[in-house]
């Protein structure tokens, strides 16, 4: 992948990943996150979900991403919040941060770059005993997805919700909730992106022209398949008898 022009075509935008507050308020709530929680943004992006994580009272967020200008940007973004901070960093390493363990770990549309096995082993050893991870992990709606939706992922292992599910809960997690993921998530990702798309449009080179036309395929293309795929999103407990 060009990264460079990649991110040129990513910068500053809200969020780096289909979601809404709805959806992080639905999942803290089933957390019954308690006040003064500890919580890790995991794969946050530019922190497009801290805002409605911080409203959880006396929360502290930690958000952590593996790009420097996506941290940069959502330390600007809440530089007068004493409640958080972003660094960079894997989550794969969040059990090491100062912060950890967490009540609560929110990670959008980002663990499926690690796969659950790897994902949720890492997050288990960074979470209180009954601790609550909520993810959102690629999914089919249906037992027969076309061939533009399979190739949506990209090769990504993408499975049913049962499949889903069963694969959580053998890694020591007890599903607590699931639910699809909103088209209004996808497009509150989606349309500012088309609008920077378009903002760079003119007297653009070759590379970035590439690279504008490939991220306005895959909104295109989502469109297409959205009643076939998308974003399962997951609420589950560690159980409190792991080391």
């Given at each position: 992948?060009?990264?460079?022009?990649?991110?040129?075509?990513?910068k500053d935008l809200p969020r780096e990943g289909?979601?809404?507050?709805?959806?992080?308020?639905?999942?803290?709530?089933?957390?019954a996150v308690g006040e003064d929680a500890v919580i890790c943004d995991?794969?946050?992006?530019?922190g497009g979900d801290s805002f409605e994580l911080l409203k959880a009272p006396g929360a502290l967020v930690v958000a952590v991403d593996t790009r420097?200008?996506?941290?940069?940007?959502?330390?600007?973004?809440?530089a007068h919040e004493g409640r958080f901070r972003a660094e960079c960093r894997s989550m794969e390493d969040v059990a090491g941060l100062a912060e950890a363990p967490f009540d609560f770990i929110w990670c959008?549309?980002?663990l499926y770059f690690l796969g659950i096995p790897s994902g949720l082993g890492a997050?288990?050893?960074?979470?209180?005993p009954n601790g609550v991870v909520a993810f959102s992990e690629p999914c089919y709606f249906t037992d027969t997805p076309s061939e533009m939706a399979q190739a949506f992922w990209e090769g990504y292992n993408t499975k049913r919700s049962d499949a889903i599910l069963k694969d959580v809960e053998a890694?020591?997690?007890?599903?607590?909730?699931?639910?699809?993921?909103?088209?209004?998530?996808?497009?509150a990702y989606y349309q500012p992106m088309e609008m920077r798309i378009a903002t760079l449009r003119d007297g653009a080179g070759a590379a970035l022209t590439k690279m504008l036309d490939l991220c306005a395929a895959e909104a295109a293309s989502w469109r297409e398949v959205r009643s076939e795929t998308g974003y399962l999103l997951i609420v589950a407990r560690r159980r409190g008898d792991l080391g």
């Open positions: 992948m060009d990264k460079e022009n990649f991110f040129i075509v990513h289909p979601g809404s507050p709805e959806e992080v308020a639905w999942a803290l709530e089933l957390a995991a794969g946050s992006g530019p420097d200008a996506f941290v940069a940007q959502a330390n600007a973004r809440f959008a549309g980002a997050f288990s050893k960074a979470l209180v890694q020591g997690f007890e599903v607590m909730a699931h639910r699809k993921v909103s088209d209004a998530g996808w497009e």
